[in-house]
């Protein structure tokens, strides 16, 4: 289900109304119905841990498609990564090789800096200050991406074993994190809205984050598209 029907189904389930539930969020009636017919999507991380916390659900449930996690594109597009990468059939650059940004492209590290994560007494500091992670700590609305890359292209390579993928304008898109753990890569995918985290979706126990890698996108789908590209790809 979309995170139209989610919502509604979960709503319903509550026996709330729209009013009901919009009085709970502190918005207008109109907005809950924007939200359940589909017309709108909240950005605001405050309002996604209201409906996180009234639910008892998880952002990853709430925002994701939840037909099947194993037919959701996004878990494919993890899954193969992690098999790519487990055989060499892609490979991580840091740095461009060709004019044009890489599809999976490393955070320098003195961006890192400007990546905040919460402690456990909930104050923010830099990734870099803070590179262990507590499985049972919760990933909603942790992280702030304030530096977010804007580019003036979209291409598609896989002659050079890497992907570009550029967006013009928006700051919506995705951020990749691998690590290897007992000799097994580790995939995490985390997606952004306007620049700020909203969810993660590889919840696999993880303690360090090895590198970061940015995916752009953009409000016309492009990202939609490298993914139908990637995954048809033998």
């Not at 916390?53 to 952002?59: D, G, K, P, R």
């Not at 840091?94 to 590290?109: L, N």
């Not at 890569?185 to 984050?209: E, M, N, R, Y």
């Amino acid at each position: 289900m979309s995170f139209s029907e989610n919502l509604k189904k979960l709503r319903e389930a509550k026996g709330m109304t729209q009013k009901d539930l919009a009085t709970k969020l502190g918005v207008s009636s109109r907005i809950v119905s924007y939200y359940e017919t589909g017309k709108s999507i909240p950005s605001d991380p405050e309002l996604l841990k209201k409906l996180v916390e009234l639910f008892n659900v998880t952002l990853d449930y709430l925002l994701l498609d939840t037909q099947s996690k194993s037919d959701s594109k996004v878990y494919k597009l993890v899954e193969k990564l992690i098999y790519d990468t487990q055989n060499s059939l892609v490979h991580w650059d840091i740095f461009p090789k060709v004019e044009s940004v890489p599809f999976i492209k490393k955070i320098p590290e003195d961006l890192k800096e400007e990546i905040m994560v919460l402690d456990d007494n909930g104050n923010p500091v830099s990734l870099d200050k803070n590179k262990h992670f507590n499985s049972t700590h919760p990933i909603i609305n942790d992280f702030i991406l304030s530096f977010f890359p804007q580019f003036n292209d979209y291409d598609f390579l896989e002659q050079e074993s890497y992907f570009t993928a550029i967006d013009p304008i928006s700051q919506n898109g995705y951020l990749l994190f691998k690590f290897f753990r007992d000799s097994e890569v580790v995939i995490g995918l985390f997606a952004f809205i306007s620049g700020q985290f909203k969810f993660i979706t590889d919840s696999k126990k993880h303690s360090i984050i090895d590198d970061l890698y940015i995916i752009v996108d953009n409000q016309d789908n492009d990202l939609n598209k490298f993914i139908e590209e990637y995954l048809n790809k033998s």
